[in-house]
């Protein structure tokens, strides 16, 4: 029997990990799709496909790999709508997963988006779902955050580059910069 092929969008090596397995489990052909256009710094970029192709080698998963260093058309979509970020930046990902999808000849796509507690869950699905209907290719929707201990040990284990941000230089800024995060605090308390 023919298994379902799959395109996974990947965001990072550890993020593979536990949807991956999942996937397999349920018996998919997964391909991975490594698009993500907002990582900085470029270094950042450089080590999170290290990092996802030590995986691609460990668990035999094909990966595509986008290796276009696109911040800068990140930053123009998102320049003056900061406080849209995710939003643009998970349609603009998922946008080009789901033309890939369709390139491939998958059956459906997914994303490991859905894996990680920092990132805006429905949001991501509402996103994905809408482009499903209206490209006309299945989304397969999964709440993969149930394993992410599982996923974030095993990374530990087979010693794979886990990063502290998301990637987009906003997030490093709000991960590493006190000053900011004390300052964002206090606007958010300040009554209108």
């Not at 379902?4 to 999942?22: D, E, N, Q, R, V």
């Not at 496909?49 to 123009?76: M, Q």
């Not at 970020?85 to 789901?98: A, F």
């Not at 033309?99 to 996103?127: G, M, N, P, V």
């Amino acid at each position: 029997m023919k298994k379902s092929k799959i395109l996974l969008h990947i965001c990072c090596g550890p993020c593979t990990l536990y949807p991956l397995k999942k996937l397999r489990e349920e018996g998919f052909d997964v391909t991975g799709y490594f698009f993500n256009p907002n990582i900085h710094p470029y270094q950042e970029f450089r080590r999170r496909i290290r990092a996802l192709k030590e995986v691609s080698e460990i668990k035999n998963l094909p990966v595509i790999y986008d290796t276009n260093y696109g911040l800068r058309d990140f930053l123009k979509a998102v320049i003056y709508r900061e406080h849209k970020r995710c939003e643009i930046c998970y349609l603009i990902r998922l946008e080009q997963v789901v033309k890939k999808a369709i390139e491939e000849k998958a059956l459906a796509f997914t994303t490991t988006l859905l894996y990680s507690r920092y990132q805006a869950h429905e949001l991501i699905r509402d996103i994905a779902e809408d482009l499903s209907f209206r490209h006309k290719i299945p989304f397969l929707y999964r709440d993969f955050r149930a394993g992410w201990e599982e996923g974030q040990e095993e990374a530990k284990k087979l010693d794979i580059y886990r990063q502290p941000y998301c990637g987009c230089i906003f997030s490093e800024q709000e991960r590493y910069d006190k000053k900011f995060r004390k300052k964002m605090r206090r606007v958010k308390n300040e009554p209108f």
